[in-house]
Nanobody, 119 residues
Framework: QVQLVESGGGLVQPGGSLRLSCAAS????????MGWYRQAPGMQRELVAQ???????NYADSVKGRFTISRDNAKNTVYLQMNSLKPEDTAVYYC?????????????WGQGTQVTVSS
């Protein structure tokens, strides 16, 4: 089975920075895309950023200019650099990967990591 493990969440003050990491492991043939979602209390999970393999980055309007998504394909890892954090960025952040094995393709999710922005 494919597993995605996240790290890097925590508590920061407004204006601070955090860097999230997510590494995929298991029966991986190829990764079509990796990305980040977040879910605040009482809210629907929403796309934050995604990076298709060989494609262009996509960002939610609310994070453009502040967040940067990147990938290390050799390590099957995706990162999210978050700068100029705001209280409204507070949420559980989930990484996501579209992964193909020899015979099938599926979407996998990380366990989630809490990001809290507060003074």
């Amino acid at each position: 089975q494919v597993q995605l493990v996240e790290s890097g969440g925590g508590l920061v003050q407004p204006g601070g920075s955090l860097r999230l990491s997510c590494a995929a492991s298991g029966s991986i043939f190829s990764i079509k895309a990796m990305g980040w979602y977040r879910q605040a209390p009482g809210m629907q999970r929403e796309l934050v950023a995604q990076l298709p393999t060989g494609g262009n980055t996509n960002y939610a309007d609310s994070v453009k200019g502040r967040f940067t998504i990147s990938r290390d394909n050799a390590k099957n890892t995706v990162y999210l650099q978050m700068n100029s954090l705001k209280p409204e960025d507070t949420a559980v952040y989930y990484c996501n990967a579209d992964i193909s094995s020899r015979y099938h393709r599926n979407v996998y999710w990380g366990q989630g990591t809490q990001v809290t922005v507060s003074s």
